[in-house]
């Protein structure tokens, strides 16, 4: 470790791409973003917490996979997309551009303005119509998660909604269908999200994808027993594809009957700690589902996300090693993707 620049953890802190690859937005209406308010991430907490870029999520909760339900869950996800996309202005002495790369996102770093960048959260916003996957595209989606809470028409999830009436299993993993969407996902140069699929979704799509697949937030398996997240097979093989968990700071998923109360930037650096040691460092990075669940003690918002850079210092990161993990990584992984489009 530099000496010189560890002894002003903060300075370092604030040098890195920090990117948070899953954060939700309000729907329909919520608080402007540019103003600090009740929400865990606004422009000015992340401005504040020295947090760069986050992915922000068009997300769309399961519902019965009706025709009319289809539809509607495309139109709020194209809603919540021109949402996002409208966060990228200036406002308030706060800087914010979508940024739809690699290099978009290093340039927003490189002039210090806030990245944005979309995502689309549930396959089912596609409802059963491939063509859509290029309409988020275009409004600049650049992953897409395959399922949230219940089994959609492109894959089963780890969590079955029995309101539903899921079984345990629908497709084996992943249907037809969902094999399409990750040739089309490949083709247009979105990463394929694996977080809230089920064990063999996961498997599949990490063989199919011609891009590694990521897990934009989860954690491991192995210290806390929660369906969403990733077993020791499951890690290997991100790494044999090239992908990565995004460990994430939802407390029932770090800790046992965790509590935001209870859980501790600790226990999150321990979830980094192992995936670390199991695969690479390469292959793990930096989450926090703000907005969506995720917070604790120590990191409630993204105006407190010094926090782990500090505590990654702690245990002996060096510099380097921090940045791959807050965002070098994903950054690499949607270079990839970048150039295996088409
Ligand atoms: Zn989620």
Not at 240 to 258: E, M, N, R, S, Y
Not at 298 to 325: C, F, K, M, P, V
């Amino acid at each position: 470790m530099n000496d010189a620049i560890a002894s002003d953890p903060i300075a370092l802190h604030r040098g890195l791409l920090t990117l948070d690859t899953h954060i939700d937005i309000p729907w329909p209406t919520g608080p402007d973003p540019f103003l600090e308010g009740p929400r865990r991430v606004d422009l000015p907490k992340m401005h504040r917490g020295g947090l760069a870029a986050g992915c922000f999520a068009a997300y769309v909760p399961q519902a019965a996979r009706t025709p009319e339900n289809e539809a509607a869950a495309f139109e709020r996800a194209i809603g919540m997309l021109q949402a996002i996309r409208a966060m990228g202005r200036s406002e308030n002495g706060i800087v914010a551009r979508v940024a739809v790369t690699a290099e978009e996102i290093a340039a927003c770093k490189r002039e210090g303005v806030l990245a944005i960048v979309p995502a689309v959260e549930n396959g089912f916003a596609m409802g059963h119509d491939l063509s859509r996957l290029a309409r988020f595209r275009g409004l600049g989606a650049r992953y897409l998660t395959l399922t949230h809470n219940g089994h959609n028409a492109l894959a089963d999830s780890c969590n079955p909604r029995t309101d539903l009436g899921n079984a345990l299993t629908e497709h084996g993993g992943l249907s037809p269908l969902g094999r399409a969407a990750i040739a089309e996902l490949n083709r247009l140069g979105m990463l394929i999200d694996v977080a809230h699929v089920s064990r063999d979704s996961m498997l599949q799509a990490a063989d199919l994808s011609r891009t590694p697949i990521v897990s934009t937030h989860s954690c491991i398996r192995t210290l806390c027993d929660n369906a969403r997240n990733m077993d020791d097979a499951q890690l290997d093989a991100l790494r044999d594809v090239g992908g990565i968990i995004q460990i994430t700071a939802v407390a029932a998923f770090l800790k046992q009957d965790g509590k935001p109360d209870t859980v501790t930037v600790a226990d999150f650096a321990d979830h980094v700690d192992y995936a670390v040691r199991r695969i690479g460092i390469e292959h793990v990075g930096i989450s926090s589902d703000f907005d969506g669940g995720g917070g604790f003690t120590g990191w409630h918002n993204a105006g407190e996300s010094a926090n782990i850079t500090l505590e990654l210092l702690r245990r002996g990161y060096d510099r380097q090693e921090i940045a791959a993990l807050w965002g070098g990584n994903f950054l690499r992984v949607l270079r990839i993707a970048e150039e295996r489009a088409g």
